[in-house]
């Protein structure tokens, strides 16, 4: 990309970085993500339920193989 995250505003930034959370006081570990987890991300930057199926099956796969 070649720019300085500083530059770009927050909506651009949101594009390329992403956060995962967890909850340490409950010392939950899981090997499983639930679809909603991939989704999360996709809906904040308003793509269309038809796009965001597909990048959730297609992510999902990646992960699985």
């Known amino acids: 990309m070649g ?3 500083f530059d770009l505003p ?3 930034i949101s594009k390329r970085v992403g956060s995962v959370f967890f909850k340490i006081l409950g010392r939950s570990f899981t090997l499983s993500i639930p679809p909603a987890r991939l989704l999360f991300g996709c809906e904040n930057l308003g793509m269309e339920p038809q796009e ?3 990048r959730v099956k297609q992510t999902a ?3 699985t193989n």
Do not use: L, T, V, W
Request: net charge positive; hydrophobic share 35%.
């Open 3 to 5: 720019k300085k995250s």
């Open 10 to 12: 927050m909506y651009e």
């Open 52 to 54: 965001i199926a597909e």
């Open 61 to 63: 796969k990646r992960f």
